[in-house]
Nanobody
Framework: QEELVESGGGLVQAGGSLRLGCGDSGRTFATKIMAWFRQAPGKEREFVTASGYSGANIYYADSVKGRFVFSRDNSKSMIYLQMNSLRPEDTGLYYC???????????????????WGQGTQVTVSS
């Protein structure tokens, strides 16, 4: 049974930093495309960042490029999202997601990801 569990959300002032983590209880973690998405109230879920098979090809949304850093530790079945220079518009529920297709190139479409965590709230105050 695949289960993703996020951690690390919270309340932070604009300009601050947070680090999110996501643990995967499933098998063959290194072969999965892993991603972070977020959803603000009243808005659609949007892509933040992802990496392909075994950490190849890390992509970022333009809105977070240069501020957020994706990393993964295949030995611990974990991914992380280091968020720096946070802005109020970064506020939302952050989800990790897994795609078991063994691709090298992650996609930004939520429908491509079969497994999702329950999300962790990030609130950035101005």
């Amino acid at each position: 049974q695949e289960e993703l569990v996020e951690s690390g959300g919270g309340l932070v002032q604009a300009g601050g930093s947070l680090r999110l983590g996501c643990g995967d209880s499933g098998r063959t973690f290194a072969t999965k495309i892993m991603a972070w998405f977020r959803q603000a109230p009243g808005k659609e879920r949007e892509f933040v960042t992802a990496s392909g098979y075994s950490g190849a090809n890390i992509y970022y949304a333009d809105s977070v490029k240069g501020r957020f850093v994706f990393s993964r530790d295949n030995s611990k079945s974990m991914i992380y999202l280091q968020m720096n220079s946070l802005r109020p518009e970064d506020t939302g529920l952050y989800y990790c997601a897994a795609d078991t297709s063994r691709g090298f190139f992650p996609t930004a479409a939520p429908s491509d990801y079969a497994y999702w965590g329950q999300g962790t709230q990030v609130t950035v105050s101005s």
